[in-house]
Structure formats: C-alpha cells, structure tokens
C-alpha cells in the first residue's frame, strides 16, 4: 500500500461497479452491522440482568445472609455494651 502512494487499487474512481451498486451494498451492510448489535445488546442485556438479579441471590442464599447479619448485629452489640460497661 505505501508503494504505490497509499491508494487502494479496489478503492479506485474507475471501478466497474456502477455506484448505485456500491450504495445498496454498503446500505445492505449498515442494515446487517446494524441487526448484529442490536442483537448483542439485548443478549448482554438479559446476560447481564440475570447475573445481576438481586432477589434472585437473595432466595438463593437467605439462610447465610441471615446468619451473617445476625453475626454482625451480635458483635455490634457486644462491642456498644463493651464501651458502657466497667471492668
């Protein structure tokens, strides 16, 4: 390509292919890009709100959720009693 000046031999003015042609393809390929992300995004889109579905996780793992803030307010509650008590 840098021999001969930059210049694409299949990108020249005198092609054989009338421009019309040369629309309706890059039309055709604008519509085909455009279906192709279309459907990407609704797939990462589903993808995603599943994997990120809290009420999902939360059925899923209501009984160690439980316990952990059970823990939690245990020790929080330990240690607030700890400062107003004396030893």
């Known amino acids: 390509m840098v021999a001969n000046g930059g210049k694409d ?3 020249s003015t005198n092609s054989e292919i009338p ?3 040369l629309e309706q393809r890059a039309a055709e390929q604008r519509r085909r890009l455009h279906n192709s992300v279309s459907e990407f995004r609704s ?3 589903e993808t995603v709100k599943d994997k990120l579905d809290a009420k999902k996780y939360l059925r899923e793992y209501m009984g ?3 316990a952990v803030a059970a823990i939690l ?3 929080t509650g ?3 009693a700890g400062m107003f ?3």
């Open 85 to 87: 008590t004396k030893r």
């Open 19 to 21: 421009s019309e042609v």
């Open 78 to 80: 330990y240690s607030a």
């Open 64 to 66: 160690p959720a439980t």
């Open 73 to 75: 307010g245990l020790l």
């Open 9 to 11: 031999p299949a990108m």
């Open 43 to 45: 797939s990462v889109s």
